[in-house]
C-alpha cells in the first residue's frame, strides 16, 4: 500500500507548476540566510535538475563562510561527493555533475546537506524520484544537518515511510527556514 500511494504522491508531485523565479529567489535567500547562522562547515549542495529549486546559488551568498560540495550520480551506484568546484559534465538528465575522476571528498566530512524531493511532509518524510539515490547518501551523513528544499505547496500531509528512509530535520520553503515537527 505505501509503494501504490508513493506512486499517486509522485504522480500529484509533478503535475504541479514548477518554482517561479520568485519562489526560487525566496527560497534560496532564506537558505542563505539560515546558512551564516551556522558555523563554518562543508555544505553539500545539489546541482538541480530543471523544474527542481536551485540550491546551488546558495554557494556564491555563502562562499566567505562554508566550504562546498556536490553530488556525481555515477552510471551504477552510490552517489559519490565531490569539490564543489570540481571540473563538470551534462547529465543525461540535464544537470551538471562533477566528472568521473573529479576529487572525492568524504561524506563524513559533510555537516550541513541540502536534500531536493518532489515532496516532503511536516515531520521531514521526503518523497524523490524513486531511484534510491538519497536513501542511499543520507545515511552516510548521519551527523550532518539535513535540509529539505521545497515549496510549501510540495508539502503533504502524510508521506510513506519505508526502513531505509532518512527524514530531514529541517525544512527550507520560500516562508522561510525551520525545525521539521516531531
Do not use: C
Request: hydrophobic residues 40%; aromatic residues 6%.
Amino acid at each position: 500500500m505505501s509503494s501504490e500511494l508513493k506512486v499517486l504522491l509522485r504522480r500529484r508531485a509533478l503535475e504541479l507548476a514548477p518554482p517561479s523565479p520568485e519562489e526560487s529567489e525566496l527560497v534560496v535567500s532564506g537558505l542563505a540566510e539560515w546558512l551564516r547562522t551556522v558555523p563554518a562547515t562543508l555544505v553539500l549542495v545539489y546541482l538541480s535538475m530543471p523544474g527542481e529549486l536551485p540550491a546551488e546559488r546558495v554557494v556564491e551568498a555563502t562562499s566567505d563562510r562554508h566550504r562546498f560540495a556536490t553530488t556525481r550520480t555515477p552510471p551504477g551506484g552510490l552517489l559519490t561527493v565531490h569539490p564543489f568546484d570540481a571540473p563538470r559534465e551534462r547529465h543525461r538528465f540535464g544537470y551538471e555533475q562533477p566528472v568521473p575522476d573529479a576529487p572525492v571528498v568524504d561524506p563524513a566530512a559533510v555537516g550541513v546537506v541540502l536534500v531536493p524531493g518532489l515532496a516532503f511532509d511536516q515531520h521531514g518524510n521526503r518523497l524523490g524520484w524513486g531511484k534510491g539515490y538519497y536513501d542511499q547518501l543520507l545515511p552516510t551523513v548521519p551527523a550532518a544537518i539535513k535540509v529539505g528544499v521545497t515549496l510549501e505547496r510540495r508539502l503533504v500531509d502524510v508521506i510513506p515511510v519505508e526502513p531505509h528512509d532518512v527524514p530531514v530535520g529541517v525544512l527550507a520553503t520560500e516562508l522561510g527556514v525551520r525545525s521539521v515537527e516531531s
